[in-house]
Nanobody
Framework: QVQLVESGGGLVQPGGSLRLSCAASGIIFSIYRMGWYRQVPGKQRELVAAITGGGATNYADFVKGRFTISRDNARKTVYLQMNTLKLEDTGVYYC????????????WGQGTQVTVSS
């Protein structure tokens, strides 16, 4: 029984902030690489940010300097702090966990809607 549950999405004005959370269960969280992905209708799902079990991070160019990914292994939760939000940040944000040592093994959350609008 593996679950990734996102929360924190909503409607926000341009320039505003949101913090997304993804709570995991049913996995040894500390050894999983965790990531946030975004999907917009008509576009492929794209990586926003990722963090390894050791804390190394990677960001898409379009969010660098504005978003921060972090994790709390004790709470089995990964976060995405989103600042200075732009209209083009709108989309469904998905949480993903995978094991780098085991190809093809990954899990996805149901997604949370982020809408940036005036």
């Amino acid at each position: 029984q593996v679950q990734l549950v996102e929360s924190g999405g909503g409607l926000v004005q341009p320039g505003g902030s949101l913090r997304l959370s993804c709570a995991a269960s049913g996995i040894i969280f500390s050894i999983y690489r965790m990531g946030w992905y975004r999907q917009v209708p008509g576009k492929q799902r794209e990586l926003v940010a990722a963090i390894t079990g050791g804390g190394a991070t990677n960001y898409a160019d379009f969010v660098k300097g504005r978003f921060t990914i972090s994790r709390d292994n004790a709470r089995k939760t990964v976060y995405l702090q989103m600042n200075t939000l732009k209209l083009e940040d709108t989309g469904v944000y998905y949480c993903r966990g995978d094991l780098p040592q085991m190809n093809g093994l990954d899990y996805w959350g149901q997604g949370t809607q982020v809408t940036v609008s005036s």
